[in-house]
Nanobody, 124 residues
């Protein structure tokens, strides 16, 4: 059974930082890409970044380049978020699929398995 679990969300003031963790278990396909997404009520899920689990290849959406950074170990992908803004308030989720090394790695529709999400709230 594939399982993903996010942690690290919470409330922070604007300008602060948070690091989210996504722990993956049970995924056996090659090239496991872990993607980070966020969603607010009434809006589509936004792809933020993706990384090869345990590897080096990574990709960022333009909206978070320079503020968000990915890292990984054998079982998890971490999303460090810096200089947070109130607009970053959302439910953040991670997902896993087989890396395609193209734009689909930032598309929610391409992902097969999802975690439940962790809430991030940034106050002014």
């Amino acid at each position: 059974e594939v399982r993903l679990e996010e942690s690290g969300g919470g409330s922070v003031q604007a300008g602060g930082s948070l690091t989210l963790s996504c722990t993956v278990s049970g995924y056996t396909d090659s090239r496991p890409c872990v993607g980070w997404f966020r969603q607010t009520p009434g809006k589509e899920r936004e792809g933020l970044a993706s990384m090869l689990l345990g590897g080096m290849s990574k990709m960022y959406a333009d909206s978070v380049k320079g503020r968000f950074a990915l890292s990984t170990d054998a079982n998890a992908v971490y999303l460090q978020m810096l200089r947070l803004k109130p607009d970053d308030t959302a439910m953040y989720s991670c997902a896993v699929h087989q890396c395609q090394w193209d734009a689909s790695d930032l598309s929610a529709y391409a992902y097969d398995f999802w975690g439940r999400g962790t809430q991030v709230t940034v106050s002014p």
